[in-house]
Structures are given as C-alpha cells and as structure tokens.
C-alpha cells in the first residue's frame, strides 16, 4: 500500500520541521498526524481520531478550527513546544492536482508576535549563547519591539556565574546556542535546575564569524558594526547573528523594525542574581510568586504597557553609573515639583498605546485596522505631551522632549483613510473611509444602489402580485432569489423561473434580479480587493515611519517611568538621595518601602544605617525573633537598589555609594527536587556570594549556620564573617542568634554590633 498523495505532502512538510508541531491547514481547520497528533490530543485535550492515509492503519490525527488556533498555541507555547503554521497558498480552483501548501512561519516561544500570547508588561526575550573555549557572548532581543542587546565576557572561573546573571536578569522565555555551550549547560546546575529555560542547540555553522557578521550586517543595512561599538566583539557577533539567522529561519519575512544594537558594556549595570531578586522580592513576592507584594508593584504608577516593559527592565538592571542616575533622579525631582506638569503627563499618557509593539506589528505585516485607530490615538497626543514638556529644565526630560517625534503626516494620513471604528478583519470591508479614494466610493454607491433597488423591487412585486409575504433574499449558492410561501404558489407570475424548493416555500428568480446582482456582488467583491490593496499601500507608508515610531516609543516609555517614580515619591514621602563614590551608605529615618506600603494599621518604624569602607564595614545584628531584623536588612538593600534604579528612597535623607553587586542569604528552604537538603542550600549560596563579592558589594546574610548544629554553625557564621572583613571588605549586614558572635567586634577590624531593641506596653510588647 502506498501513502496518498495529500499525506505525501504532509509527511514532506514534516521532515523539515521535525521539532515542530505541524499545524497542517485542510480547508477550515489547522489538523495534525502521527505523533504529533498523540502529542497535541493530550497537551491541547482534543479528541484523537483516524484518517485514511493509504497505510494498513489509520493515522492518528486530531484538528482545530484555523480562526481560533491562538489559544491552542498560546497553550503548545506555554508547554515548551515549538509550532509550524503550514497555510493553504493555492485554492483548490487555481491548483492542478494538490493544493500547493507550506510553512510560512514557526511560532516559538521567544518569538510570539500574537498579542494575546504576550505579556503587555514584560519584554519577551529571546536569548543566543555562543561558547568558545573560554570565552562566551550573549545576544538577546524582543521580535515583538525590536529591542537588540549583545555582550562578550571571559567565563576564566569556569562557573558561568555571570552567564546566569545576566540571563536571570532579562529572564528570556527561549536560549538556544551553539554544541560547546549546550554540552556544558548540561553539567550546570544553575542552568539545569533553574528558573531558565533549557539551552536549545542550534546550527553551528550559523556560530561562525563570517555567517553571523554578514547576517547582522544585512540587517542593519550598514557597512559596519563600528557605530554600535561591538565591531571587534567576535564571541559578541557570533551569538547575535546566529539570532538574526534562527529569526530568518523562523519567520519567514522580513523584520524591519530590528534596525538598532546596543553593545551592552561589562560596567553599566549592576547584575542581581536570582536568590537576590527572590529574597528582596522585588518582581514578585516569596510566598505566591505573585507582583502585588513585591517593590515592582509598589514602584509601578505607570500608565502605559511601554513603561511598565521599562520599569521592569530598569528594577531588574540597575545602573552602575552615577551620572546616568543623577540625570534620572533630576528629572524625577522636576516632576514631583510641578504637579501641573507631572499630572498633565499621567493623564495625556493613559491615551497612548503601545507604539513600540505597533512598529514592530507594522513592519512585521501584521497590523490590522483597530490597531491604525490606535496607531492615530497615540499620534494625536504626542504634541499634547510635547507642550507639556516643553518648559522643563532636567536633562533626562529634555532628552525625552528631543526624542518624541511629532508624525504629522502619517496621522493626516490614518485620520483620512481608516473608519473611526473598523472591522477586525479586512475581508468584511468598511476599512476606508468615505472619501478617501473616488474609485470605492463608486463602487460602494453601486451596490448601496442596487440594494435599494432591491427593496423597492420587493415592494413593487408585493403591490404587482398580491402576494403580501414575498420577499428577497439571498445565499452563497444561489445568490439573490424571490421567496413564496406555498400558500401563495397559484398567484405566482408566469416570468418568475423557479430555483429552489425549501420546506415550506420555494424560490424564483428572473432576468431582471440577476442583472442587478450581478453588478451588487460584483461591486462588493470588487470594493473588498480594493479596500484590501489600498490597506496595503497605508501599512505600506506606516513602515517608512518605523524608526521614528520606536524613537518615540523609547522616549514615551522612559517619561512614563519618571512619573511613576515622581507619583510613588510624592506619595509615600521619600527623599533624594545623593549617589556618591567616597564609599559611605548612610541611610537616616529608613524605612521598608512595600512593608510601610501594606502596613495599615500602624505606622512603620524608620532606622538608621551607616556603613563605609573602614570602621563601620560590618553590622552584626541580634535580637529576638519577629523583632524585625530580616526586615531592616531588606529595607537597606532596596534603597541602595531604589536608588541605582533612579528612583527616590523612603528615608529622611540618604547618601548612598556606588555598588556593583547586592548578594543576599535570607530563610530557610529546602531544594529537595533538586538534591538539595536546607542546609545544602545555605552553603551553595554563601559560597557564590564568597567567591563574585568585591569591596564595592554590598551582602546581606540572615541566620547562617542554622542549618546545621549549633557550634558546627557557629564556626560557619564566625569563619564567613572572619572572611569578608579580611578578603575583600565587603558593607555587608549580618542577622544573626548566635551571641558569640558579638565578640568580632573586638577582634575583627570594621565589625560594629547593632541589637534590635524591645519595649514591653501593658499586655503587648513593641519592637523599636
């Protein structure tokens, strides 16, 4: 027996996506064979059927309806699999034998572009690792906004320790990289056990300077990568154009609007770990893993899906340059000082869409009518924010001012050409305008004519015949037609040529109304294809904008973080702090900024802190349980990071010293999934933070040497403590219950011990 010739076809298709589910499109339906319909019948529980396929047995195949695949993919991308869309490019009409049928685009998990697949607040990541002896380079970008990042570092320690920083950092939903580097990740336990994704091998071949530098090459349309400051950065170049490659091979079309690198130096942000990210929960919270709880939530008064992405990139990368951060805290301080100008830009920004992602749905073809509206909307308010800005003094804002580009004539354009409120889909019309293009307007007046003359053919037949129920309608198969109802079949004229008999009447037609249908269809469809050419030409000219658009989108998102940060400052009272090299962090009146948040019933105790580089490098810290302790080592750490970020402190007043790393060791858990007792934990963590800590880290450690006996512990905690003062001198706060430790004071140099203290109120008992 031999396979017939549509599941040839089929199993072709499949041989060259073989770690794809195959959406294979037979008519209205998107259906899958063999193991892949096993796969998807349970992943997606859909009932597995069979199909003839010229074999002894049936192949297992299962099917969705095309229109609504999304959700079937959202769930197959969520489960870690890749999709193939292989469409119908032929109609059965045009076809000699099979319906001519291909792959248009491979939908993974790092390069969704559907909207319902995305999350607004958060970039959608996909990374690229190449590893070569020593050296590695990292390349990572966002298909839904364009953004295209790249760096190079020596991995000399042999640990990828900063691979993991940086990857935690950006939390791609997708890596793939080159055979060295997926052979290693397979004897990491950060990469296997953590909350990344698995490396992904991908072709070798695409790793090779000369392929990758050619492909970043075409598409930046540039001669040279100089101006993106990464033209020697060989490890660099070799991820990021086996990333432009796999994109090619992915998608199919071209993407336009990933037209900008940024070389990403070694010094200009500060990278968090993910144990520190977890234990300051500063994008979702320990115990539910949720953002409300957490300092993103507290920080977020953004008002636009672009900022919230902002925000979210700035929480988890700080700077590690003062200047910038200055430049950033200026301008928040401008806000919170004009409350004319801060509120004007909240309000006129809760107009604006996500320009970003409406670039790059442009350029990638895939931008529909509604999404013009917004486009227009968005358009419409950038001269409003502009006036606004336009007497500010900060640099940042100026910046931001300089950078928004008003398109006057694309949104000329778009007002002219798209209906206020159009369809979702092109093929049901009514997308242009009227007035917008003489050529339809005649042919819609054509068929808005000939269906009132319908009517009035209706009403005339009615009076003619006296058949008081007659009427016209109309179906695919036989188009326009007169319907009687049986009771009236002896008044029927002698000119009516009979067509169809239904159930309880039959149906005529005569010369007359099919000469008008011919010219009412034939204007519907003609109006269509032109409404659909002339869409074209306007998505068309949008894309000449791109680069303006994400300009602006960049501009817009930044502006919206400033006012977030200016309405969270003004809100809960904070101060500026001052950022400084001269190695102090002194912190007066702080507070816990999400606990003082949350508190509502009393109000939140503030403490001072002061730390620096000689005398005051180490604070020990004792007290009872529930006194507070891990809390005013949290508090700290997040106003050091609050600070980094740009954004204003909770504290009276605070002068803050450039740190490169924050490490934190807080609580007791247990990884027992991952062969990792509590105890085995702590010692993990600690001994990273030991080995990648410098004099300008800051630590924080709560409790080590609790998971195990007590003088056991007790040496673990004293030799830790022993090794920061003496190694690399590290500010670091130290909770601890072992008293004994207190004695470092007057043995190790730049130890100072604090205790939380405790006052006792009638029957309830204060912590101060």
């Known amino acids: 027996m031999a396979l017939t010739p549509m599941m040839k076809q089929y199993l072709q298709t499949k041989e060259k996506y073989k770690d794809c589910i195959l959406f294979y499109r037979l008519g209205d339906f998107y259906e899958m064979f063999f193991d892949d319909a096993i796969t998807a019948s349970k992943v997606l529980d859909l009932v597995l059927t069979g199909r003839d396929c010229g074999l002894k047995e049936r192949a297992p195949m299962c099917g969705i309806p095309y229109h609504s695949a999304e959700g079937y993919i959202a769930k ?19 076809s000699k034998g099979l319906v001519v049928r291909d792959v248009i685009k491979v939908v993974t998990p790092g390069t969704v572009m559907e909207e319902s697949l995305l999350n607004q607040d958060k970039n959608n990541y996909i990374a690229s690792v190449f590893l070569q002896e020593e050296s590695i380079g990292v390349a990572w970008a966002d298909i839904s906004t364009g953004d295209f990042f790249l760096t190079q570092f020596n991995n000399g320690k042999g640990d990828y320790a900063k691979l993991s920083d940086i990857l935690v950092s950006i939390m791609p939903s997708e890596i793939i990289c080159n055979q060295s580097m997926k052979l290693a990740s397979k004897t990491i336990k950060t990469f296997k056990y953590d909350i990344l994704p698995q490396f992904s091998c991908y072709y070798d071949w695409a790793y090779q300077f000369e392929t990758a530098s050619k492909n970043l090459l075409m598409q930046l349309k540039v001669n040279s990568l100089k101006a993106y400051e990464c033209d020697n950065k060989k490890f660099a170049i070799c991820a990021a154009g086996a990333l432009i490659e796999y994109f090619k091979e992915t998608q199919k079309r071209s993407l336009a609007h990933i037209n900008r690198l940024s070389y990403v130096k070694d010094n200009k942000y500060m990278y968090l770990d993910s144990n520190t990210l977890r234990n300051l929960e500063i994008v979702k919270t320990m115990r539910d893993g949720k953002k ?4 993103l939530w507290l920080l977020d008064q953004t008002e636009t899906a672009m900022g919230a992405r902002c925000l979210y990139s700035w929480i988890t990368q700080p700077l590690n340059d003062i200047a910038l951060i200055d430049m950033r805290l200026d301008a928040v301080e401008e806000l919170i000082n004009s409350i004319q100008i801060r509120e004007g830009i909240k309000e006129k920004l809760s107009g604006v869409r996500d320009l970003e992602r409406l670039a790059a749905k442009a350029a990638y073809g895939s931008i529909n009518p509604k999404d013009c509206i917004f486009l227009a909307n968005t358009l419409n308010a950038l001269p409003q924010i502009k006036y606004l800005l336009s007497g500010t003094k900060s640099a940042a804002i100026r910046e931001i001012d300089n950078n928004i580009i008003c398109l006057e004539d694309l949104l000329t354009l778009l007002n002219s050409a798209i209906n206020e409120n159009p369809p979702q889909t092109l093929k049901d019309g009514g997308i242009i305008k009227k007035g917008y293009n003489s050529e339809l307007d005649t042919l819609r007046e054509a068929s808005h004519g000939g269906k009132r003359w319908l009517a009035e053919l209706e009403a005339s037949e009615r009076s003619k015949t006296g058949i ?13 037609y007169i319907e009687i109802t049986k009771s009236y079949l002896s008044q029927v004229p002698i000119n009516y040529i009979r067509k169809q008999t239904i159930a309880n009447a039959e149906r005529y037609i005569t010369p007359e109304l099919k000469s008008v249908e011919n010219k009412i269809i034939g204007a519907d469809e003609q109006s269509i294809r032109l409404e659909i050419r002339l869409f074209g030409d306007i998505t068309a000219e949008i894309c000449n904008y791109i680069e303006a658009m994400q300009k602006s989108a960049k501009a817009l998102a930044t502006l919206d973080v400033l006012q977030s940060f200016a309405q969270t400052a003004k809100k809960y009272n904070y101060c500026k702090p001052n950022i400084s090299n001269d190695d102090v962090l002194s912190v007066e009146d702080g507070r816990h900024p999400v606990v003082e948040a949350l508190s509502k019933t009393e109000d939140f105790i503030p403490n001072d802190t002061y730390l620096d580089g ?10 009872p349980n529930m006194a507070g302790k891990s809390t005013y080592m949290r508090q700290v750490a997040l106003i050091t990071l609050m600070a980094h970020i740009g954004s204003y402190v909770p504290a009276k007043r605070a002068k803050i010293s450039l740190v490169n790393r924050i490490f934190t060791r807080v609580g007791a858990t247990d990884n027992l999934a991952f062969d990792q007792s509590t105890f085995m934990v702590e010692m993990t963590e600690v001994a990273n933070i030991l080995n990648a800590a410098t004099d300008k880290s800051l630590i924080i450690l709560d409790e080590v040497g609790r998971g195990t006996s007590t003088f056991d512990g007790l040496s673990i905690a004293w030799s830790v403590m022993e090794y920061i003062s003496k190694k690399f001198k590290a500010k670091s706060l130290f909770a601890t219950h072992y008293h004994q430790l207190t004695e470092l004071e007057d043995i190790l140099e730049g130890v100072k011990n604090y205790r939380v203290l405790v006052k006792e109120i009638g029957d309830t008992i204060v912590f101060l």
């Open 76 to 94: 197959l991308i969520e489960n870690n699999y890749k999709v193939a869309i292989c469409e119908q490019l032929t109609t059965p009409e045009e």
């Open 614 to 623: 000689g005398d005051n490098r180490i604070m020990i810290i004792t007290g």
């Open 292 to 295: 409300y709880g957490s300092l």
């Open 468 to 480: 008081k129920n007659l009427k016209i309608g109309y179906n695919k198969v036989f188009g326009y």
